[in-house]
C-alpha cells in the first residue's frame, strides 16, 4: 500500500519561486493584487488575478487544477488567503509566495518598485 503524498507547505521563499521561473519549472505565478497594484510593479510571467474577482473568476483557473500554483500579493497575507481559498475549492497544490513581491524586490530584483 502507498502513502499519500505530502502536501506542499502553504508557503514558498521568493529565493525558490526565483529558481522555478529560472529553471522554467511546470507552475503557474498568480499575482491577486489589485490591477493598479500590478500596474505598479510586476514579476514577469505573473498572471494577475486580483483576490476580489478570484471567486467568480475561478473556472478561469479550471485547466490548472492539477498544477503547482504559486500566488504572490505585497506582503504575502492576501496570497495566503487565496492559496488556503484555492486548496479548499480543489487547488491542492496551491501555495503562497511567503513576503511578497516586496520580498521579490528586497531579495531578487531591486528593480521592481516597492510600494
Request: aromatic share 6%.
Amino acid at each position: 500500500m502507498s502513502t499519500p503524498a505530502e502536501p506542499r507547505p502553504w508557503e514558498i521563499d521568493v529565493v525558490s519561486v526565483k529558481r522555478m521561473l529560472d529553471e522554467q519549472a511546470d507552475f503557474v505565478l498568480i499575482d491577486c493584487r489589485e490591477t493598479s497594484e500590478f500596474e505598479t510593479a510586476r514579476i514577469a510571467g505573473a498572471r494577475l488575478l486580483p483576490m476580489s474577482e478570484i471567486a467568480q473568476r475561478v473556472e478561469e483557473l479550471a485547466d490548472q487544477r492539477d498544477r503547482h500554483i504559486i500566488v504572490h500579493c505585497h506582503h504575502g497575507g492576501r496570497s495566503l488567503r487565496v492559496a488556503r481559498w484555492l486548496r479548499s475549492v480543489g487547488f491542492s497544490e496551491a501555495q503562497s509566495m511567503a513576503g511578497g513581491i516586496d520580498q521579490w524586490s528586497l531579495t531578487i530584483d531591486p528593480a521592481v518598485p516597492r510600494y
